[in-house]
C-alpha cells in the first residue's frame, strides 16, 4: 500500500504560487494520484488528478515525475478562499485501498 | 440538482450502543462511499457501495457494516459503539464506482458522531 506523506501546514500570501508537495515512495503501477480540497464543515471536493508527467485544469496544475515517488500540486495565483486543508490521494481500482494523505492546512495570508 | 445529504447532522450516544448513519447521493448516482475523518487518524476509507452491492472494503472492524437500496442511498451502521468512534462520517456519492468515478466523487456536509 502507497502512503503519503505531505507537510501538516505552510503560510502563503494572497497573488502568490503556492506548491504543496506530496511523497509516495511506494506507489504502485497502476496508481493515480488525486488531490482533494477540504473547507471547515464541508466534506472534500475533488481538484485534480493525474497518473505521470502533468496535468493542468482551470483550478490547480499537477506535476509528477518521472518515478511517480512524490507529485506538487500548484496552485497559480492564491486568493483567501484558498485557505483549506489539501490531501493527496493514492488508488488504484486493482488495489482498492484509497490512502490519504494527513492533510497540509494552507493559510493564505492578505 | 440537490447534493449529497447526510442524517443526521449532529449524534451524541455512549459506548456500547449502535448508531445508523444515512446518506442520500446525487439524483442518478449510484456508487455511494463512506469515511471516517478523525483529528488523529485523517481521512479513512470505510466501504464503498454499487447498485447494491460492497465493492470495496477499508481496514475497519466487523462493527461497522453497511448497506445500499435500490434507490442508491446508503446507510452505514456501527455496532457497540466505542469512545474511538467519535469521527465526522462522510458519505460521497459518484455515477461510476472505484478510481473511474473518484474524479466526479461528491461528498456530503458529514455526521458528527460523538461517542461518551
Known amino acids: 500500500l502507497a502512503k503519503t506523506t505531505q507537510p501538516i501546514s505552510m503560510d502563503s500570501y494572497e497573488g502568490q504560487e503556492v506548491n504543496i508537495t506530496c511523497s509516495h515512495n511506494n506507489i504502485a503501477t497502476n496508481d493515480y494520484i488525486t488531490w482533494y480540497q477540504q473547507f471547515p464543515s464541508q466534506g472534500p471536493r475533488f481538484i485534480i488528478q493525474g497518473y505521470k508527467t502533468k496535468v493542468t485544469n482551470e483550478v490547480a496544475s499537477l506535476f509528477i515525475p518521472a518515478d511517480r515517488k512524490s507529485s506538487t500540486l500548484s496552485l497559480p495565483r492564491v486568493s483567501l478562499s484558498d485557505t483549506a486543508v489539501y490531501y493527496c490521494?493514492?488508488?488504484?481500482?486493482?488495489?482498492?485501498?484509497?490512502?490519504w494523505g494527513a492533510g497540509t492546512k494552507l493559510i493564505i495570508k492578505p | 440538482k440537490a447534493g449529497v445529504t447526510q442524517t443526521p447532522r449532529y449524534l451524541i450516544k455512549t459506548r456500547g450502543q449502535q448508531v445508523t448513519l444515512s446518506c442520500s447521493p446525487i439524483s442518478g448516482h449510484r456508487s455511494v462511499s463512506w469515511y471516517q475523518q478523525t483529528p488523529g487518524q485523517g481521512l479513512q476509507f470505510l466501504f464503498e457501495?454499487?447498485?447494491?452491492?460492497?465493492?470495496n472494503k477499508g481496514n475497519f472492524p466487523g462493527r461497522f457494516s453497511g448497506r445500499q437500496f435500490s434507490n442508491s442511498r446508503s446507510e452505514m451502521n456501527v455496532s457497540t459503539l466505542e469512545l474511538g468512534d467519535s469521527a465526522l462520517y462522510l458519505c460521497?456519492?459518484?455515477?461510476?464506482?472505484?478510481?473511474?468515478?473518484?474524479?466526479?466523487?461528491?461528498f456530503g456536509p458529514g455526521t458528527r458522531l460523538t461517542v461518551l
Open positions: 460521497a456519492s459518484s455515477l461510476a464506482p472505484g478510481l473511474a468515478g473518484i474524479n466526479e466523487q461528491f
Open positions: 457501495y454499487f447498485s447494491e452491492t460492497q465493492r
Open positions: 490521494l493514492v488508488g488504484s481500482d486493482s488495489n482498492y485501498q484509497l490512502i
